[in-house]
């Protein structure tokens, strides 16, 4: 619109419907060529044996632009998002409140949230969890929106809200056993595939459980 009223002082008349018309199509022959398309590169693993389909995406947006292109590329491709019969942030408070999930160590970072319209908030980074301070904000009403954890000492990861798994991050006992494998670039990366998306799904596994159980049927 910017672009077209230039042109239109520049041409000294206040255009019409047709003249808009042809101010777009010449605005769009000239801004075409200077337009770039951006390449986003997003890694999928789908595990029909485990039923599941892992994105890792910055966002659910971008997370949902790859679920969309799946979908237009395959004739079926049923999906729902993995719910479970806790809600994890209610499962995250009782973890702060008392002993945590087994398997399961929490770590130094948290965020807890109002559930109030003031939205007041309080983050934790790298800092004791099991202090008084955390308990009365949880006594108060405020609800973890992200919790640092650590499975079997293999993986860290810091869990949302909305279940999502973020800052995922392999520990030295899995780096080490890669460490083991042959130095060709495609033996370890073959081996690294194995041995990561492996540590998902018993991570995967081990959390739905303590989560109540995948919650069936749900939208």
């Not at 239109?8 to 042809?22: E, I, S, V, W």
């Not at 949880?138 to 000492?153: N, V």
Request: charged content about 30%.
């Amino acid at each position: 619109a910017r672009r077209a009223a230039e042109i239109a002082d520049q041409q000294g008349y206040r255009p019409g419907r047709l003249q808009m018309k042809k101010l777009r199509e010449q605005i769009t022959s000239e801004l075409l060529p200077r337009a770039f398309v951006r390449p986003i590169r997003m890694l999928a693993w789908i595990d029909p044996a485990a039923g599941l389909l892992v994105v890792d995406a910055p966002s659910m947006t971008r997370a949902e632009d790859l679920l969309e292109l799946l979908r237009q590329t395959l004739d079926t491709f049923p999906l729902a998002l993995l719910r479970t019969r806790r809600a994890p942030a209610g499962a995250m408070a009782d973890w702060l409140a008392g002993d945590g999930p087994a398997g399961f160590t929490v770590d130094r970072d948290c965020e807890l949230r109002s559930i109030t319209d003031q939205k007041a908030a309080v983050r934790y980074v790298r800092h004791a969890l099991d202090g008084e301070d955390v308990r009365n904000h949880l006594a108060a009403g405020k609800l973890p929106i992200r919790l640092g954890m650590t499975f079997d000492d293999r993986v860290s990861f810091v869990l949302t809200e909305r279940g999502e798994l973020k800052r995922v991050e392999f520990l030295d006992l899995v780096k080490e056993q890669l460490n083991e494998v042959d130095t060709d670039a495609q033996a370890l990366f073959d081996a690294g595939f194995a041995l990561e998306t492996g540590e998902l799904v018993r991570l995967t596994d081990a959390l739905v459980e303590e989560l109540g159980g995948e919650l069936r049927g749900a939208a």
